[in-house]
């Protein structure tokens, strides 16, 4: 039984995640006491494992891929600093609001527009639903319909580029970054399409009711007075122009990730400048928050490393591997069990711990003989890890808005609303398994 000893680790681990004490912590203290418990009583792990950690650790804070990730970061919080994101917002629902049901086609639109100019999925759910849940509560917009759209639109972030997730899984599993944002285009923007297609449905065959007609008198409200082209251009145009940058940049081959989001985070300052809006209070603010995001991600990498150089060194790998080929020794059964355990290790963790601690472990099964493509598995896992996001009872953007929801908006609610959006995504995941062109065809033309 001692070669299942450190697959005790991930137990252990859950519980201290549920102590509330850092998930970084609960890491490094998880990775030292299984080694010393090793090397004491089960001669499993040795102490000079622990040798190799500090290049590891150094080589994997000096990669330039990750250099992207607090730049992207950068100009995510500067556009929602700058009410850039909030301008969007409300630009969008005014040109929609005389349609029945547009308050919901535009957030869909901005989602996707937010995720693709910010990749942060906490903070356009949290944007979204303190911007727009009032105003379709106060119009009538049914409470589940309406908290299923924000929960779905804000968690775009996870697939469509510049995704967090994407960079991270490109350098856990050595794929290009740029590969997997154009592999990335065709499934986000098909979600989107899905997405406005069930609305679209959902108001053309709902009967007209009292609550109906308020969401469609809002017109009255908000829309009375007709943009001008000038402020549709003006709140439009920028973070459009900014999308073009930086995806553009990285897909033609002119920028590398990091250089691209470096100049993502330049121009976020820019439109701050030129809309009037750039302040040394603003610079701060958004300094302290890069800060503290980019370090929580870089000291879970740290606790990871130590995590997994302790599992592998008791070769933990190799025993979840076996017990993960248990449900079958082809590989399209390997791929279910792997896709299973990461939906469900998406309830209790977030992308970033699941990325560094069992994506270089598990992958390699299903990638070392060459038979799966990398970058189509790359993708399937941010589509898995981003319906576990939204699957109650524990999916994080679901307590996302829990947080800025009002207290007349029960958790039950929510759930209900997500149910139709959870199908969705599970569709494409489907067309995406089922048709790898859907992923392969935009980055072979990158590679001609």
Same mark, same amino acid.
């Given at each position: 039984?001692?070669?299942?000893?450190?697959?005790?680790?991930?137990?252990?681990?859950?519980?201290?995640?549920?102590?509330?004490?850092?998930?970084?912590?609960?890491?490094?203290?998880?990775?030292?006491?299984?080694?010393?418990?090793?090397?004491?009583?089960?001669?499993?792990?040795?102490?000079?494992?622990?040798?190799?950690?500090?290049?590891?650790?150094?080589?994997?804070?000096?990669?330039?891929?990750?250099?992207?990730?607090?730049?992207?970061?950068?100009?995510?919080?500067?556009?929602?600093?700058?009410?850039?994101?909030?301008?969007?917002?409300?630009?969008?629902?005014?040109?929609?609001?005389?349609?029945?049901?547009?308050?919901?086609?535009?957030?869909?639109?901005?989602?996707?527009?937010?995720?693709?100019?910010?990749?942060?999925?906490?903070?356009?759910?949290?944007?979204?639903?303190?911007?727009?849940?009032?105003?379709?509560?106060?119009?009538?917009?049914?409470?589940?319909?309406?908290?299923?759209?924000?929960?779905?639109?804000?968690?775009?972030?996870?697939?469509?580029?510049?995704?967090?997730?994407?960079?991270?899984?490109?350098?856990?599993?050595?794929?290009?970054?740029?590969?997997?944002?154009?592999?990335?285009?065709?499934?986000?923007?098909?979600?989107?399409?899905?997405?406005?297609?069930?609305?679209?449905?959902?108001?053309?065959?709902?009967?007209?009711?009292?609550?109906?007609?308020?969401?469609?008198?809002?017109?009255?409200?908000?829309?009375?007075?007709?943009?001008?082209?000038?402020?549709?251009? !003006? &709140? =439009?145009?920028?973070?459009?122009? +900014?999308? $073009?940058?930086? @995806? #553009?940049?990285? %897909?033609?081959?002119?920028?590398?990730?990091?250089?691209a989001a470096g100049c993502g985070a330049s121009a976020?300052?820019?439109?701050?400048?030129?809309?009037?809006?750039?302040?040394?209070?603003?610079?701060?603010?958004?300094?302290?928050?890069t800060t503290f995001l980019t370090s929580m991600v870089?000291?879970?990498?740290?606790?990871?490393?130590?995590?997994?150089?302790?599992?592998?060194?008791?070769?933990?790998?190799?025993?979840?591997?076996?017990?993960?080929?248990?449900?079958?020794?082809?590989? !399209? &059964? =390997?791929?279910?069990?792997?896709? +299973?355990? $990461?939906?469900? @290790? #998406?309830?209790? %963790?977030?992308?970033?711990?699941?990325?560094?601690?069992?994506?270089?472990?598990?992958?390699?099964?299903?990638?070392?003989?060459?038979?799966?493509?990398?970058?189509?598995?790359?993708?399937?896992?941010?589509?898995?890890?981003?319906?576990?996001?939204?699957?109650?009872?524990?999916?994080?953007?679901?307590?996302?808005?829990?947080?800025?929801?009002?207290?007349?908006?029960?958790?039950?609610?929510?759930?209900?609303?997500?149910?139709?959006?959870?199908?969705?995504?599970?569709?494409?995941?489907?067309?995406?398994?089922?048709?790898?062109? +859907?992923?392969?065809?935009?980055?072979?033309?990158?590679?001609?």
């Amino acid at each position: 039984m001692s070669e299942f000893f450190p697959l005790l680790m991930f137990p252990a681990l859950f519980f201290g995640v549920l102590t509330g004490v850092p998930v970084a912590l609960v890491l490094c203290l998880v990775g030292f006491l299984f080694a010393l418990f090793g090397v004491v009583f089960f001669e499993g792990f040795l102490w000079s494992d622990f040798g190799f950690l500090p290049l590891k650790i150094f080589g994997t804070f000096s990669n330039a891929t990750l250099l992207s990730v607090p730049l992207f970061i950068f100009m995510g919080v500067a556009l929602e600093q700058s009410r850039i994101a909030e301008d969007l917002l409300e630009t969008t629902e005014r040109l929609l609001t005389r349609f029945r049901g547009g308050l919901l086609y535009g957030l869909v639109i901005v989602g996707g527009l937010l995720a693709a100019s910010t990749g942060i999925v906490g903070a356009t759910v949290v944007t979204m639903g303190t911007l727009s849940l009032p105003s379709l509560l106060k119009h009538g917009y049914r409470k589940e319909i309406s908290c299923g759209t924000i929960c779905a639109a804000g968690t775009l972030g996870q697939i469509l580029p510049p995704s967090i997730v994407l960079i991270l899984l490109g350098d856990m599993m050595n794929v290009p970054v740029a590969d997997l944002f154009a592999g990335a285009v065709l499934p986000g923007l098909l979600l989107v399409l899905l997405y406005l297609c069930y609305l679209v449905l959902h108001f053309s065959r709902s009967a007209p009711s009292p609550t109906d007609h308020q969401a469609a008198d809002l017109s009255e409200s908000i829309g009375a007075q007709p943009l001008s082209l000038r402020q549709i251009s !003006t &709140h =439009l145009l920028p973070p459009l122009l +900014l999308i $073009f940058l930086v @995806l #553009g940049s990285i %897909l033609g081959g002119v920028a590398s990730p990091s250089e691209a989001a470096g100049c993502g985070a330049s121009a976020a300052l820019l439109i701050a400048l030129l809309k009037g809006r750039f302040s040394l209070h603003l610079v701060r603010e958004t300094a302290r928050q890069t800060t503290f995001l980019t370090s929580m991600v870089f000291t879970l990498l740290f606790g990871a490393q130590i995590f997994s150089t302790v599992f592998r060194g008791m070769n933990g790998d190799e025993v979840l591997l076996s017990l993960l080929r248990g449900f079958g020794e082809e590989t !399209t &059964h =390997l791929f279910w069990a792997v896709m +299973l355990f $990461f939906f469900i @290790l #998406g309830f209790f %963790l977030d992308f970033i711990e699941i990325c560094f601690i069992f994506v270089p472990v598990i992958t390699p099964a299903l990638t070392g003989d060459g038979s799966t493509n990398s970058v189509w598995l790359a993708l399937l896992i941010a589509l898995n890890l981003q319906t576990s996001f939204l699957t109650p009872p524990f999916g994080f953007s679901l307590f996302y808005l829990r947080g800025v929801a009002p207290d007349s908006i029960s958790t039950a609610a929510i759930y209900r609303g997500v149910i139709p959006f959870i199908a969705l995504q599970g569709a494409v995941f489907l067309l995406v398994y089922l048709f790898p062109p +859907l992923v392969l065809w935009l980055p072979a033309l990158l590679h001609p």
